[in-house]
């Protein structure tokens, strides 16, 4: 499931639902990207997110289906937030369900590592004097390299 | 041709989209980028490192040698940073 939203989403409500009933599911692996307080001097620790409407959806569906093309998944939930977030607050939700633990944990870093380079979403830091559009990070890119070569070795 | 900027591009450009009718030489995504440069200040400045600027005709990833032509939707964007 994708979600692309302004609103704060409730990580366990969606844990409880993903994948509800399918008794197949062994396991749930999550990541919870939560806004870090970078601020420096004149900075407020708030941050903008803008992003591409119809690609995004279309990205987010794809990294999907590359996951579940790769691992033994039941149950895929990401929700990707956009607009002003504070410190603290919950950016983005990877969830992955599956019979057993290898599967779910690595698939779910496959997403956010995935997610991070190929979605279109931009982070703009506020600050008292106006603030600047964060730059994106080289380590993500090796980050997200590493998943081009890995072949996953779901274990039993 | 339907344009569109997001994050410094579009506030280094001004707008967030437009529609604009190309010249017959602009046939590649690399044809278009040079096009636009000259069209001012702004897409110059904007434009003025390449290696800053992603490009997804039609919502997908394309590089530089990507035919364009009027009735695709083309994205300027800078690396993404979400997550």
Known sequence: MIKVQREEFD??????????????????????????????????GAMTLEHYPGMTERKLVEIE?????????????IIHRYGRL???DPIVLVAT?????????ESCQFLIDWLKTEAPFWKFEESVSGGQWVEARSTDDVAAARWSKKKPEAAE | MQLLYFAWLRTKIGVGEETLDLPP????????LHWLSGRGERYAEALNDLSLVRVAV????????????????VALFPPVTGG
């Open chain 1, 97 to 105: 369900a599956s019979a057993h633990r290898a599967a779910a944990l």
């Open chain 2, 25 to 32: 030489e602009v046939v590649s995504v690399n044809d278009l």
């Open chain 1, 86 to 88: 504070e410190p603290g």
């Open chain 2, 58 to 73: 039609n919502q997908e990833y394309v590089g530089l040698d990507h035919t364009v032509g009027p009735d695709d939707e």
């Open chain 1, 65 to 77: 289906n590359e996951a579940l093309s790769r691992w033994p998944l039941d149950a895929v939930t």
């Open chain 1, 11 to 44: 990580v366990g409500a969606e844990l409880r639902a993903l994948g509800r009933g399918n008794h197949n599911i062994g396991g749930i692996a999550s990541f919870v990207g939560v806004v870090r307080n970078t601020a420096e001097q004149d900075g407020t």
